[in-house]
């Protein structure tokens, strides 16, 4: 499964893991990586259903890009309780200039192979991706 524009495969197990986080409920979150010499993603880390959002910011590397997907549970005004996917671009400013492109380049294909993402963000630090823009975004 290849793609001919950046030349990144997806493994299998991305998709597998996603699936079981969306319909199963068996992961809170899901770190991706890019192994680029492999020129692959792979999952790198799963978040147990009890982990928390700062688990999950805490299990991303602060000068490396990844992508990940965080299951956001929230009650609304109205009180129902919801939940929604996130898919997150994590590219801080300390990363590698090639990095940062691999990953910006392969994003869009790779998010396609993940069937059920409701918001997506982009974050460059930390504060760009806090627990309240992640509240702000969903409901």
Sequence with gaps: ????ASGMAVHDDCKL???ELKAKRTHRF????IEEKQKQVIVEKLG???QSYEDFTASLPADECRYAVYDFDFVTEENV???RIFF???CPDTSRVRSKMI???SKDRFKRELDGI???LQATDPTEMGLDVIRSRAS
Excluded: T
Excluded at 1 to 4: E, L
Excluded at 30 to 33: A, L, P, R, S
């Design 118 to 120: 409701q918001i997506e």
């Design 1 to 4: 499964m290849a793609n001919a």
């Design 88 to 90: 997150i671009a994590w």
């Design 103 to 105: 990953y910006a380049s």
């Design 30 to 33: 899901i770190v991706y990586k």
């Design 48 to 50: 147990e259903p009890a």
């Design 17 to 19: 893991k996603f699936l």
């Design 81 to 83: 309780q919801k939940s």
